[in-house]
């Protein structure tokens, strides 16, 4: 049973450009959750989504990103013209209905240059 | 800020003796707490989960303990391994909160040979 995965692992952008950070959850969990992590800190909640449907955004940053859990396919979290401040690690996790124990990816590390 | 800390940034341990990190919470609606390991390049590990209507719970070399009466979670590994070292979070969960997760900054545990 393969765990949340994450692609890309590393991604490296210029200023201005966009990212794109995908995750597909366990087999059978239906809530996703992307985190952020800064060095030497703790992760920080950004998002948090059903299917079709976006359930706590109050993490996310107001303007350039969104994200998005569609019916059929991974969770995309897109970061419009990228700043330096933005390179960080994401990390995404999922959960099954009902619980609340979160399992996370590998991340994908943002570096922006 | 943060709701979630730590006590001690890092811990230094002899391969073979028993470590304990700590970690204090201030909100004391929180209901649900959890444990994660995070290896250089990695994405958190679940360890092992607490609720609040416990004080105590064991796993496989670890016990995880809750005091309540001073908001106080501690992680206890036994037989310390190399394998163990890595960073430690501690995460909670708070009622009527879309189940994000609050995580404490971290505290690195390294095991001398």
């Known amino acids: 049973n393969a765990g949340v995965m994450q692609n890309p692992r590393h991604l490296v952008r210029r200023r201005g450009q966009e990212a794109r950070l995908r995750c597909s959850p366990m087999?059978?969990?239906?809530?996703v959750y992307w985190y952020r992590q800064l060095p030497e800190e703790g992760l920080k909640f950004m998002v948090y989504l059903q299917k079709e449907n976006i359930i706590d955004e109050s993490g996310m940053p107001k303007e350039r990103f969104s994200a998005e859990f569609p019916k059929e396919g991974p969770s995309i979290l897109r970061i419009q013209q990228v700043v330096r401040g933005d390179s960080a690690a994401y990390f995404c996790?999922?959960?099954?209905?009902?619980?609340?124990?979160?399992?996370f990816g590998p991340g994908t590390r943002l570096l922006v240059l | 800020g943060e709701s979630v800390g730590l006590h001690l940034p890092t811990l230094s341990v002899q391969e073979g003796d028993n470590s304990i990190i700590n970690c204090a919470y201030s909100n004391s609606a929180s209901d649900y707490f959890i444990w994660y390991k995070q290896e250089s390049g990695k994405g958190p590990q679940f360890i092992i989960d607490?609720?609040?209507?416990?004080d105590k719970r064991q796993g496989q070399r670890v016990t995880v303990l809750l005091n309540k009466t001073v908001k106080h979670l501690s992680l206890q590994i036994a037989a310390t391994q190399p394998g163990d070292s890595a960073v430690y979070f501690c995460a909670e969960n708070i009622p009527g909160a879309n189940s994000k997760l609050t995580f404490g900054k971290g505290i690195t545990l390294s095991v001398r040979p």
């Open positions: 607490i609720r609040s209507n416990m």
């Open positions: 087999k059978g969990h239906s809530h």
């Open positions: 996790a999922s959960s099954p209905p009902g619980r609340e124990t979160q399992y």
